[in-house]
Every structure is written in C-alpha cells, then in structure tokens.
C-alpha cells in the first residue's frame, strides 16, 4: 500500500460513512461546532440502504419507529407510503435527509478509508484513503455499520461462474432481467427470502440452495394514506421516548406476565393474537422467556413451525423448510410475504444443501452431491462478516501501532461496544457488545448511541487534554458482563452470524449486547453521569 505524503486535512472530527450513523453523527457534531467531514466509499447516501437494493429489500421495522427523532419537523415533513418500506423509499428519506440539513456538502463520496493510526505525541488520527488522500482529525466516528463486510460463499469454482453473478449487497443500479432465465440462489436469511418471494414469478426457473431453514413471522404490510399518517404523527411525541424504554428499540415490549404465570390457553390467545400483527413483536413482545427458558422456546418454535408447515402442500419440501434443530428466535427471525407458497410452484426446486452438499460451481451449472443443475444467473445472499468485518478492513493503529485486528485476535474486547481501551477517541457505533442490529431497531440503538458519542466529545473539549478511552480495566468488565448475558440465553446455542459462526476461523462469541436496548441505554447514561470513571484522559 501507498502511503501518501500529502499534506493531511485538518479536522476535529471525521465520520467514516454515509449511512443511518454516518448522516446523524455529522449532523450532531456540527451542530455542536466540530469541523466534521464523512467519507463515503459509495457515491451516494444511505449506507445499508444504498448497497442492498436487491428485489425485495425493504425493512422488517415498521417507519414509525425506522426513522428520526431529532427534527419535528423532519417528522412532519416526510410522509411514508407503507408499515414497512421498500429500499428505494428508505434510500429516498435518508436522501431527504441529507438535503434537508445541507448535510451532503460535508460528504465525500467514492472515498473508501484503507488506514487510521493514532498518533500519540499529537493526540490525534491520521486517516489514509484508497487514493492516498490524508486527514487528520482529534476524534474519528466509525459509521461503518454492522453488517457491511459481505461474504461470497467458500464454494470451490464459485469465481469460475460465467453467467450473470450478484451478491446481494451489491445489486446493480440497473434493472436485472429474469425473464426466461434459469436462476440459483445460495442463502435463505432475511436477505434471501426476501429475493426469493420476489423473483419466483419472474424467473424461467429458480433452485434455492438452502443450509438452515429460518423461523419467520408473516408481514403484515399495510399502504398508509393521509389518515394513517395523521394517527401515526400523532403518536409520535410519545414513541420517541418510548423506543428507548424497550427491549429492542422498538414500539412494542414484552409483557409484564411471565411465561409461566399465564396459563396455556392464554398463551397460545396471545401468541395467535401477536403473529396477526405481522411485525417482529410476535418474538421480541412476547415472553421474554422465548430467549432463555427452554420449554417456552419450544412451545413458540412448535407454534412457528404449525404455522409454516400448513402452507407447504409437499410434505417431503416442508420437511427441508421447517427448522428443527435450533429453537425459534435464537437467530434472526425474518418478516416474509407469501414464501413458503413460492415452493407450491413448478418453477422452484429446493436443494437442502446439508444432505446434498454443493459440490462445486461450473461456468453454467452447478454441481451438487446427487445433480448438475443448469443455471444462467447466481446470486450470493450469503450475508456478511457482521460487527467486526467492516472495522477490521480498515488497518486501525492504536496506541504502540497495534492493529484493531490483532487486539481482538484471541476474541473481541470492546467497552459496550463504543470504545476500545489504547484506541483513544476513536468511537464506534452498532459495534460488537452493543446491542446493534441483532437485538435492536437500528435506528434507536444508532441515535442513542451517536448522541453519547456526541456528549462525549463535548465532555472531551471542555477538559484541558484531548483524548478519552476506556481502562484496559473498564473493558475487561464489560467484556464479562456481556459475555454472562449472552450466556444466560439460548442464542449460543445456535449458528449465526449472531455468533461468528458463519465465518471460517472467526472466534465465536455473540457480537451483541443481549441485556436489552433499554437497560443499556441506562447504562450509557449511568457513565456519563458518574463523569466517565471507567475511561482515562490523556
Ligand atoms: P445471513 O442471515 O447471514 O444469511 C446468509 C445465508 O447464506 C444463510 O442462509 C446461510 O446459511 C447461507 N450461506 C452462507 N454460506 C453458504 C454456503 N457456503 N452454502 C450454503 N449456504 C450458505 O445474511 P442476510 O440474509 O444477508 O441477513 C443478514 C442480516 O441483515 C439479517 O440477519 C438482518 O439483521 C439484516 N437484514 C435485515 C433485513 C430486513 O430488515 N428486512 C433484510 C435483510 C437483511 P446458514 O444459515 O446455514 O449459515
């Protein structure tokens, strides 16, 4: 790599990214007075919602809560078309956004940052982009997002594919034809649903190449007029308070009534009740026992799994799609429109990959254990190195030049996941053991955690020297804490990205915080408000 001699661009502070986080931090720290700059390696805004515009994306919160609180009028102004929108329609508000607070003349696009090494002497971070361009900044906010790394299976021949190949994160611009096409698809999570249920009808044909067969919940999605609207407005003083007082940053919560206090009828009332809704409270404002206590889980993943299985007319294919080997909820729970009818069709093949490994893939097929199936399009919707990968990409040199991804090569350490003690004043946000997208509404967990960022560095800039981080102490801590949560739950029991385990030789641990948005919202007031003892200044 180059390293540029280029005399660097002072800041005080750079923002690495453009989306959910990216936009708010900057809007945040400039208000505050900071002289901010965001980089973007995309050439537009939204982050996530800028890369994945595959068929079908769109989000699993609904828009009341899937938004902003900071600006009445931002609220006021923006009128939403759905319960849960498309990504187009996301990307469009976060576009709005950016105009609206004359963010984007702050924002440099098609600049992806290589390098960041803390210089001790200065106390300050000099970033390096791809092409060679130099910052220097006091405080560096990492609005890389946690699932942003995306990963191509480790299938051998899988770069020999001659026909048209997409990963999902990275969706062309342009239309994609599937009229007439034989079309394979590696990766049934929320992303693959989503393109399945989508592109069934479209294609000549489509095999679905499935590992592990998900728990989902119907979505129940509903087009909003300017009634709706006007409810919803009205409701809003109230959510953006109650959003931080949820489990998951959401509008829902789990009840008050224990599992086991409420008699069974009553349960399965409630459970009946919660899947008409449509939205993810059928796992996140149920029982929180779903999460911890065996028996309520299998009673819930029964429950899951009556459901699906009476829309599947096969028996033998509704065999290959009902999980049986891991407890509902203990991996992420994808909304979903009519899928498991996609498999009633002629045109889909389902290829249970764990009895019919995939062998290997051809410039116009693959091959599996038992067929050679002839494809004109593949697409990888094979998720991501979540909460580490996009940080770890970056060559970051803390304190002593140590790279962030030697630091944490015999397991993550972070200090609830917004700091990393001899990293100073570098922040993160949706970081591993915060409780980012696995366990959170993004847009809840991102503002509260931006707006701690942004206290902090104002605490910082009122204190004679320039730089906090957490104790080596503090962290270790932290560590342990999240580490007992996540233990006292089932979520360790099960593969997922969750846990790492979809990436070879990651080291395994849950990369999020399980204790609840909620509590550690408090807990990120609590340091605050006992004037940061768990961190030192220099
Ligand atoms: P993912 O949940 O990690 O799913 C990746 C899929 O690819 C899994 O089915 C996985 O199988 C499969 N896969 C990977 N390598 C494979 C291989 N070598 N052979 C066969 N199958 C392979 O990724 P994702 O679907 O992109 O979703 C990631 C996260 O993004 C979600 O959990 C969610 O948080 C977020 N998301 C949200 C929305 C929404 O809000 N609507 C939509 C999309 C994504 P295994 O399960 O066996 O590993």
């Known amino acids: 790599m180059t390293v540029s001699n280029s005399t660097p661009k002072i800041l005080d502070a750079l923002v690495i990214g453009a989306g959910f986080t990216g936009l708010y931090a900057l809007y945040r720290l400039r208000e505050r007075g900071l002289k901010v700059l965001t980089v973007e390696s995309g050439t537009g805004i939204g982050g996530t919602w800028y890369w994945n515009r595959y068929p079908g994306a769109r989000t699993d919160s609904s828009s009341t809560v899937y938004q902003y609180w900071f600006s009445d009028e931002l609220l006021q102004e923006w009128n939403w078309s759905e319960r849960f929108p498309a990504q187009k329609e996301t990307e469009r508000y976060l576009n709005f956004v950016a ?33 060679g361009e130099r910052f220097s900044a006091q405080f560096l906010v990492m609005g890389t997002g946690g699932l942003t790394k995306f990963v191509m299976p480790n299938i051998p021949g899988v770069e020999d594919f001659a026909g048209e190949s997409h990963h999902t994160a990275r969706w062309p611009k342009e239309p994609v034809d599937f009229a007439g096409k034989r079309v394979g698809i590696i990766g049934t999570g929320a992303t693959g649903i989503q393109v399945i249920q989508t592109i ?37 003083p109230t959510l ?6 949820t489990f998951a940053g959401f509008e829902y919560d789990f009840g008050e009534r224990g599992f086991f206090d ?63 080997d891991y407890g509902f909820g203990t991996r992420r729970v994808p909304l979903e429109t009519n899928y498991f009818e996609v498999y009633n069709r002629d045109n889909v093949t389902l290829v249970d990959t764990v009895s019919e490994p995939i062998v290997k893939i051809n410039a116009h097929s693959v091959t599996t254990a038992a067929r050679e199936v002839p494809l004109d399009m593949m697409i990888y919707a094979t998720g991501f190195d979540a909460g ?47 409780p980012s997208a696995a366990f959170c509404n993004v847009p809840t967990c991102v503002q509260q955690q931006v707006d701690w960022i942004t206290d902090t560095v104002e605490f910082v800039r009122g204190q004679a020297r320039g730089a906090i981080e957490p104790t080596a102490e503090a962290e270790t801590k932290w560590v342990a804490h999240h580490n007992e949560v996540a233990e006292a739950t089932l979520v360790p029991k099960t593969k997922s990205w969750y846990m790492g385990t979809n990436i070879d030789g990651k080291k395994q641990s849950l990369l999020v915080y399980a204790g609840g948005a909620n509590v550690y919202r408090q807990l990120c007031d609590d340091v605050k408000k006992r004037g940061y003892e768990e961190f030192t200044l220099t």
Do not use: C
């Open 388 to 434: 580490t990968g996009a940080l770890t990409a970056i060559d970051i040199r803390g304190r002593g030049g140590v790279l962030l991804k030697d630091a944490w090569s015999d397991g993550v350490r972070t200090f609830m996941g917004l700091q990393v003690s001899g990293y100073p004043n570098m922040f993160m946000v949706m970081a591993p053991m915060s």
């Open 262 to 324: 409420t008699p069974p009828a009553e349960r399965r009332r409630l459970m009946e009740e919660l899947w008409q809704d449509g939205s993810l409270s059928f796992w996140i404002a149920g029982f929180r026992e779903v999460f911890s206590d065996e028996r309520a889980n299998r009673e819930f993943s029964d429950f899951v799994r009556e459901k699906i299985g009476a829309r599947i007319n096969d028996a033998a294919i509704a065999a290959k799609l009902l999980p049986t």
């Open 200 to 236: 069934a009808d479209k294609v000549d044909h489509l095999t679905v190449f499935q590992r592990t067969p998900n728990y989902t919940i119907p979505m129940r999605n509903l087009k909003l007029d300017d009634a709706a609207r006007a409810e919803l407005r009205a409701s809003y």
């Open 240 to 245: 953006k308070t109650r959003v931080h007082n």
């Open 99 to 131: 105009d609206k607070f004359a963010l984007r003349k702050d924002i440099q696009f098609n600049t992806r940052v290589t390098r960041a090494d803390y210089d001790e002497s200065s106390a300050r971070w000099l970033v390096t982009t791809q092409n």
